[in-house]
């Protein structure tokens, strides 16, 4: 499975990006997909899973109200929309593949993107 990030970018605090996660795999609409996120001289921090139907959705306390995931199975593709954004949010964006279940720890996760940069400059 390989998994592309991208759309991240420079934005000013308040503004809005949307992040997308295109898969490979043929089984994408099977998998549990999320976004994690890495600031520099931090951990790898969760931000949100969904379930491969769509209708399961979970979220950092830090994101909730202002980002929301999603995903379009017949495109193979998981969005991150982030509303507010906040000088905070600057990091590294990774979206990640469960072969099965989901969870909300990196080790629950089996597949990675290579990742996309997201500044918020106040």
């Given amino acids: 499975v390989q998994l592309q990030a991208f759309g991240g970018g420079l934005v000013q605090a308040g503004g809005s990006l949307r992040l997308s996660c295109v ?15 890495q600031a520099p001289g931090k951990e790898r921090e969760f931000v949100a899973v969904i379930g491969y139907s769509g209708s399961s959705t979970v979220y950092a306390d830090s994101v909730k ?3 929301t995931i999603f995903r379009e199975n017949a495109k193979n593709t998981m969005y991150l929309q982030m ?11 990774y979206c990640a593949s469960a072969l099965a279940g989901w969870g909300t720890a990196p080790d ?13 400059s106040s």
């Fill in 23 to 37: 898969a490979s795999a043929r089984t994408f609409a099977s998998n549990s997909m999320a976004w994690f996120r």
């Fill in 65 to 67: 109200g202002r980002f």
């Fill in 83 to 93: 509303n507010s954004l906040k000088p905070e949010d600057t990091a590294v964006y």
């Fill in 108 to 120: 629950d996760f089996d597949y990675w993107g290579q990742g996309t940069q997201v500044t918020v």
